[in-house]
């Protein structure tokens, strides 16, 4: 039986981990490959780097990063952030990053994903969705949730995958930072949607919270990061909640 | 595609030298990583085949890794048009049955049950977890050549072992401190 994964995931700017409380307020929380290789040692399934400023500044992606962190770190892990071209995937992949996170650029060119998808495999694509209850429902947002793309959530889950990713990384903005559990609706609705994993993002605050994306949001794998950098609980003691709880995990 | 450079570093970081070239010229020991599709890849090594299998033949120790084990076997069902591969070990390499109720590609950590005797396997905990990315699986003839097993709707050979021709079909080099010991394995390994 395949785990539930557990993913540490580490906004970086700069170069250095933050994580944004709603992504106002953005806090230091350490060296990127220092925290990359202490989660792989703890029991990270996999690692998420994303450049969050990236999309906005019109940075380069974070490949040098990857270089980083492939030296130090044997698990899989993607990159995203500001990446926008084929080119820039084949660069990180060969950088030594598992998988890429499109965000942004595969909503302006959804085409992207196909030409990911057919060049380097769907295991590599990974389309990550921020999403935001709206009056219309659960909208997708780009720029670090300031821009509504009118496009629905689920809608365009369904058509990532269409396309031929691998993958959905869904970000509830809603519940992220607040620590007071996923959104499993929201999860459940896409999941159910789409026959490729999701990893269900934003709003952990402790054990029970990852059980119930897994269990009611049918979560494959389940991101954290504010309560793993502030040390508010480890990998290993969540995991252990989670096995307690039925949820198979490594 | 990037598998070459995170088995290239994950050989460093275990204080070996890893070196990357299209020929055999001074190897003692030979890994052959590989993401992608049967024929390219045996397409590519085509030149390199014969050589290859006298490295194998002369008792040099090499490993298979994912696209890299399915390589050592003699033919694959994927691609349009039959393409020998290595032929080093027996039998054929095989997509996943449709029907099993599971999500192919197979992605992510699974658990191993190593042969006792296996050597690449030597001092890994049973039921331990390693990565793999990957639709095919590769059909042992000789059941003795499976190093080790897991399930996926099947039980498929995860590993394989015959004297100094190694496989995995997962990947050691993403697999944290269990794929590295193992890796380690295959580095001190002398047959």
Redesign the interface.
């Known amino acids: 039986?395949?785990?539930i994964?557990v993913i540490p995931c580490l906004d970086i700017r700069d170069g250095r981990v933050v994580k944004g409380v709603n992504f106002v307020g953005l806090r230091d929380a350490g060296d990127p490959v220092q925290l990359a290789s202490f989660y792989?040692?703890e029991g990270a399934?996999e690692l998420v780097f994303l450049d969050i400023t990236a999309s906005h500044e019109g940075r380069a992606p974070v490949i040098a990063l990857a270089e980083r962190v492939?030296?130090?770190v044997?698990?899989?892990f993607t990159v995203g952030g500001g990446i926008r071209t084929v080119d820039a995937i084949?660069d990180a992949?060969?950088?030594?990053?598992?998988k890429v996170s499109l965000n942004t650029a595969a909503i302006q060119h959804p085409e992207l994903i196909s030409e990911a998808a057919e060049k380097?495999?769907?295991?590599?694509v990974v389309v990550a969705i921020d999403a935001k209850m709206t009056c219309e429902g659960w909208h997708v947002f780009t720029h670090g949730g300031r821009r509504d793309t009118m496009m629905d959530a689920v809608e365009w889950a369904a058509e990532a995958v269409r396309l031929g990713a691998?993958e959905i990384l869904l970000t509830s903005m809603d519940a992220d930072g607040t620590r007071d559990g996923y959104n499993l609706l929201l999860t459940r609705a896409v999941a159910d949607a789409v026959?490729?994993?999701v990893i269900a993002s934003g709003g952990a605050g402790k054990a029970s919270h990852l059980v119930d994306a897994v269990v009611e949001g049918h979560a494959d794998a389940v991101l954290l990061a504010g309560i793993l950098h502030d040390g508010v609980t480890t990998i290993r003691s969540l995991k252990d909640a989670m096995a307690a709880s039925g949820v198979p995990v490594? | 595609?990037?598998n070459l450079?995170?088995v290239e570093?994950?050989v460093a970081?275990l204080g070996f030298t890893a070196v990357v070239q299209d020929h055999l010229g001074g190897a003692t020991r030979l890994i052959i990583p590989g993401?992608g599709a049967f024929g390219a890849a045996m397409a590519q090594l085509e030149p390199r085949v014969s050589e290859i299998r006298a490295f194998a033949r002369d008792g040099h120790p090499l490993l298979g890794i994912c696209l890299g084990q399915q390589l050592l076997f003699g033919a694959s069902d994927e691609g349009a048009r039959e393409t020998p591969g290595l032929g080093l070990l027996a039998g054929r390499v095989r997509y996943f049955p449709a029907d099993l109720g599971v999500?192919v590609?197979?992605?992510?950590?699974?658990s191993l049950q190593f042969r006792a005797d296996s050597r690449f396997g030597a001092g890994f905990p049973q039921g331990g977890?390693v990565?793999f990315?990957h639709s095919l699986y590769t059909e042992c003839e000789d059941q003795a050549d499976v190093a080790a097993t897991c399930?996926?709707g099947i039980e498929f050979a995860a590993a394989v072992e015959r004297g100094n021709v190694w496989g995995a079909q997962f990947?050691p080099?993403?697999?944290?401190?269990l794929?590295?010991a193992l890796l380690r394995n295959f580095l001190e390994f002398n047959p």
């Open positions: 039986m395949r785990s994964r792989g040692r399934d492939a030296e130090q044997f698990i899989p084949r992949l060969l950088a030594g990053a598992d380097f495999g769907s295991q590599c691998g026959p490729v994993p490594r | 595609m990037g450079r995170s570093r994950a970081h993401v999500k590609p197979h992605v992510g950590w699974n977890q990565y990315v399930e996926h990947h080099e993403k697999s944290g401190d794929g590295l």
